[in-house]
């Protein structure tokens, strides 16, 4: 690019960067941004590095070139030299798309080939290990502690012949998955069918002999499959608990007994009904589809009259005798019961539900206190269960129906937001739970109702100062002859220690607030704008883990002394000694960057791969992140593998204004009274400061806009 400047070329600001995904599809955000922004006539020429950078695709690259050349849009690429204005360009542009599509087809099957040859040698090609084995130099070798869970469920299968009465018995004796959480049918259905268990290894549907060694007999296996084979729907037949009659006990015949229930099958689908004892010489006969009576024909002539069709009154009926009456009655009374008893259902399952919900709410709540005490998910989830079963209504728990709490963890959203999810899963029993015709129509009896309880946490204040460690003691430290003045902004600590922000000795330190996931120790020197300091708050991600490592330029060589301007780049080690001006860009360090002289530049960007930033004492820094683009508002970047120590000692006159980023290194910085760094923010592994210093917060213009946020306060957002 520096070399086309003659030519009127100017760098836009955004970068167009789909790393990591395949050139073999136009399905890729930065290129789909890029299309826009040449249709609304912002970009004039593309530069890439090579052809196949932009697409690995004929006929995808034939759409983009009509695309350019629709929109009067040069294609440049820089290792490749041709010009799509003529025919032998766009020739010879076809002819190397030609052969990027054919590496990249050649590439794919040699992987799909060796990866088939390997499954038929038995080898392990990657992916999960199953419950049972552990990776050991590449090959799944037998954990016998969990070999021992594997078997009893296969066992346990053969013997209940059930994966979800089997689940039901693992849950009861607190045998779970690997992270904790209790094992479902569903997961009992994917291990009783992995044939890794038998020693097999199976690609694409077929099994091949392998390596590793098997902790099924084949013979348990084949009962197993056995099983399986049979059909879910009888299987679960054979286990899902038989609904009682109704009416037992309630319906008695013309002699006086009691109707005993019975049930008949026609077209596949179950009828239930009721039929009287007692009376060899009766007759049977379904009385409006819900229930028959068998009773003396002579005894009941009337009631046989009207249901064999012929023309007999209402007052006939009833005048009848042997207990027709009674019998209409239970039967037309039916429908007035099952009214009552849906008012009653509703009325009940939705107290219950808001109790349960409050329960759940309660139990949330603590959970999402506790999230930066550094407890795993599995004490988590313990600790929400004791409060859901303190604020629950335990007789619902006593009369058998039990809850089944879970607790889903901390997630991140895309936008750096977090929030913690917890559920409940109850059993409700309705009021006609045991009326399998009723239920079959209705579908009632046993319901299975879902609640979920989550808990977010609103973005906070901005902080000046931020320490990403989440366990280190004294994350941010102020100690010694030091005076911090920091102007509406935070100090923040994500560690989880007693002692997260430490203010000691004679220093002193005025901010809005302190905010630490852990504990603040600050005896004296504080003078903050909140009420008190914000401790166990929640801790945040990095709020700069998007930053993309730039593309290392062209290595120039270390400049001399005596040079007093220094081009962006890419340098081995930097030393700038003397009297320096940087000129806008990104300096690309692989190792060490010493600052020993008087050095100024405006927007310049550092980013240090593997070693240390030491700026020496003498020396006098006049810096200026870019206020535009990609990196804005970042002065110093360090790798995020990068757990170098970086000092900064402003014993000189010191003005930065921008980020100093070092997510995984540790910041000593040392101000003084000439240091005017107003714009200057600090986000690191951990930061120890001294000196004099004075930061203030509203920096949104030198910081294009960046700001790094604390947590804010909890707030349910179910």
């Given at each position: 690019m520096a070399s086309q400047r003659p030519e009127g070329w100017i760098l836009v600001p955004d970068r167009y960067d789909d790393g990591g995904i395949s050139g073999a599809t136009l399905e890729r955000p930065a290129l789909k941004r890029l299309l826009r922004d040449i249709e609304a006539g912002l970009i004039d020429v593309v530069v890439v590095y090579k052809i196949d950078r932009l697409s690995r695709s004929l006929m995808d690259f034939s759409k983009l070139v009509d695309v350019f050349d629709g929109n009067d849009v040069t294609f440049v690429s820089v290792t490749q030299s041709f010009s799509t204005t003529t025919s032998m360009g766009r020739l010879t542009l076809n002819i190397l798309l030609s052969f990027a599509q054919f590496e990249r087809e050649v590439i794919g099957e040699r992987i799909r080939d060796k990866f088939a040859a390997s499954r038929r040698k038995g080898m392990w090609m990657g992916g999960y290990i199953p419950l049972g084995y552990r990776l050991e130099n590449r090959k799944p070798l037998v954990e016998e502690s969990e070999a021992k869970t594997v078997r009893s469920i296969f066992e346990g299968f053969v013997r209940t012949g059930s994966a979800t009465a089997l689940a039901k018995i693992l849950q009861a004796d607190g045998i779970t998955m690997r992270n904790g959480r209790a094992i479902d049918k569903g997961y009992l259905y994917k291990l009783l069918n992995n044939r890794i268990y038998i020693g097999d290894a199976v690609h694409k549907g077929t099994a091949y002999?392998?390596?590793?060694?098997?902790?099924?007999?084949?013979?348990?296996?084949?009962?197993?499959?056995?099983?399986?084979?049979?059909?879910?729907?009888?299987?679960?037949?054979?286990t899902r608990a038989q609904t009682p009659a109704l009416l037992k006990g309630l319906l008695f015949g013309p002699t006086g007994c009691a109707?005993?229930?019975?049930?008949?099958?026609?077209?596949?689908?179950?009828?239930?009904?009721?039929?009287?004892?007692?009376?060899?010489?009766?007759?049977?006969?379904?009385?409006?589809?819900?229930?028959?009576?068998?009773?003396?024909?002579?005894?009941?002539?009337?009631?046989?009259?009207?249901?064999?069709?012929?023309?007999?009154?209402?007052?006939?009926?009833?005048?009848?005798?042997?207990?027709?009456?009674?019998?209409?009655?239970?039967?037309?009374?039916?429908?007035?019961?099952?009214?009552?008893?849906?008012?009653?259902?509703?009325?009940?399952?939705?107290?219950?539900?808001?109790?349960?919900?409050?329960?759940?709410?309660?139990?949330?709540?603590?959970?999402?206190?506790?999230?930066?005490?550094?407890?795993?998910?599995?004490?988590?989830?313990?600790?929400?269960?004791?409060?859901?079963?303190?604020?629950?209504?335990?007789?619902?728990?006593?009369?058998?129906?039990?809850?089944?709490f879970r607790f889903h963890g901390l997630v991140t959203d895309d936008d750096g937001m977090q929030h913690v999810t917890s559920s409940l899963k109850f059993p409700y029993r309705t009021f006609f739970a045991d009326a399998a015709e009723f239920v079959a129509k209705a579908d009632m009896g046993v319901r299975q109702f879902s609640l979920v309880s989550r808990i977010s946490v609103r973005t906070g204040d901005t902080a000046c100062v931020y320490a990403l460690s989440r366990t280190a003691p004294r994350a941010v430290e102020a100690a010694g002859n030091t005076s911090i003045i920091m102007d509406g902004c935070v100090v923040a600590s994500n560690s989880a220690a007693e002692d997260a922000i430490y203010v000691g000795g004679s220093a002193t330190l005025s901010a809005d607030c302190l905010q630490s996931s852990g504990g603040i120790d600050a005896t004296a020197g504080l003078s903050l704008d909140c009420a008190s300091s914000r401790q166990n708050a929640w801790p945040l991600p990095d709020p700069f883990a998007h930053l993309r490592e730039p593309m290392p330029p062209i290595l120039l060589s270390e400049p001399k002394k005596s040079d007093t301007i220094v081009p962006s780049g890419r340098y081995w080690n930097l030393t700038l000694d003397g009297t320096k001006t940087l000129e806008p860009g990104i300096y690309y360090i692989d190792n060490d960057l010493d600052i020993k002289g008087t050095v100024t530049g405006e927007g310049v960007v550092f980013y240090i791969k593997n070693g240390s930033v030491t700026v020496n004492g003498d020396a006098s820094l006049s810096l200026t992140a870019p206020t535009t683009g990609e990196y804005a508002g970042m002065l110093f970047i360090s790798d995020a593998f990068n757990t170098s120590s970086h000092t900064?000692?402003?014993?000189?006159?010191?003005d930065l204004n921008g980020y100093l980023y070092f997510p995984k290194g540790d910041l000593t910085y040392i101000g003084n009274n000439a240091t005017s760094s107003n714009c200057l923010r600090i986000v690191a592994n951990t930061v120890e400061m001294s000196g004099s210093s004075t930061l203030r917060s509203d920096c949104s213009a030198e910081l294009g806009g960046r700001e790094a946020k604390v947590s804010g306060p909890l707030h349910y957002t179910r």
């Open positions: 002999p392998g390596e590793h060694e098997a902790i099924i007999p084949q013979p348990l296996w084949d009962k197993v499959r056995s099983i399986l084979k049979e059909s879910p729907r009888s299987r679960a037949s054979n109707m005993s229930p019975t049930h008949t099958r026609k077209g596949g689908r179950l009828y239930r009904y009721y039929v009287c004892c007692g009376s060899p010489t009766g007759r049977s006969f379904r009385l409006d589809g819900l229930c028959c009576a068998s009773v003396s024909k002579g005894s009941v002539t009337g009631f046989q009259e009207k249901l064999w069709g012929k023309d007999m009154g209402f007052i006939g009926f009833v005048g009848a005798d042997r207990g027709n009456v009674a019998v209409a009655t239970a039967v037309l009374a039916l429908p007035f019961m099952a009214a009552i008893g849906l008012s009653v259902d509703f009325s009940n399952m939705n107290r219950t539900k808001s109790d349960l919900q409050a329960a759940l709410d309660a139990a949330a709540m603590a959970i999402a206190i506790k999230v930066p005490s550094g407890l795993s998910d599995i004490e988590l989830e313990t600790l929400g269960n004791s409060h859901f079963a303190a604020h629950a209504d335990m007789r619902l728990i006593q009369q058998g129906h039990i809850p089944q900064f000692n402003g014993n000189g006159a010191t």
